[in-house]
């Protein structure tokens, strides 16, 4: 699966490097990785649970590429931006997320709590 090469990328050589093998795989070897939008918000709510935050920005960056019209990915990113202490890219995001899923509560929640005075 993706999430396991992109890890294993990631630990020894960093996000970046994890960045570039995952665009490789998916432009070269599509068919033998799954590409599900689940798998790399999995991955990125992993990272942030060990509190590698700019890792998990850019991986829930990838879904968004990957998934332009999910709502998810947008709130995964918001939550990793908030979690950065960046209020404007958060407050975008959950946005965007409550743009594409007017039902999503735990957006309306967020951007409630981050435009608090």
């Known amino acids: 699966m993706i999430a396991g090469a992109l890890y294993d990328t990631l630990k020894p050589r960093g996000i970046t490097?994890?960045?570039?093998?995952?665009?490789?795989l998916k432009s070269n070897h599509a068919q033998d990785y799954g590409f599900d939008e689940p798998v790399l918000d999995q991955l990125g709510h992993?990272?942030?649970?060990?509190k590698k935050v700019r890792e998990a920005i850019e991986i829930f960056?990838?879904?968004v590429e990957a998934y332009p019209a999910s709502a998810n990915v947008y709130d995964s990113l918001g939550e990793a931006y908030m979690d950065d202490g960046n209020k404007p890219q958060a407050i975008a995001n959950y946005q965007k997320s409550l743009q594409l899923n007017p039902?999503?509560?735990g957006a309306v929640d967020m951007l409630r709590k981050l435009?608090?005075?």
């Open 17 to 24: 490097a994890a960045v570039t093998r995952y665009r490789d």
């Open 46 to 50: 992993q990272l942030l649970e060990r």
């Open 61 to 63: 960056k990838l879904n």
């Open 103 to 105: 039902k999503n509560r």
């Open 115 to 117: 435009n608090a005075p």
